[in-house]
């Protein structure tokens, strides 16, 4: 999940504006606990796109 669509319960903003020190906690935890929490929806899509036609072409060389 992006923390761009968090709201904070502390303050009621979003938590990627770190208006108050839990959005700030929460903010910078988000981003060390993962290394693709980062990134947007439509990136994880096209990444997930790529992989797949990798496997394809692997699967239809080796057969």
Do not use: K, W
Request: proline share 5%; aromatic share 4%; glycine share 4%.
């Amino acid at each position: 999940m992006t923390y761009d669509r968090l709201v904070c319960a502390n303050c009621a903003a979003p938590v990627s504006e770190g208006r108050c020190p839990v959005c700030r906690a929460n903010r910078e935890r988000l981003q060390q606990e993962s290394f693709l929490g980062g990134i947007n929806p439509m990136a994880l899509i096209a990444l997930l796109a790529v992989l797949i036609a990798a496997v394809a072409l692997l699967a239809h060389q080796t057969a």
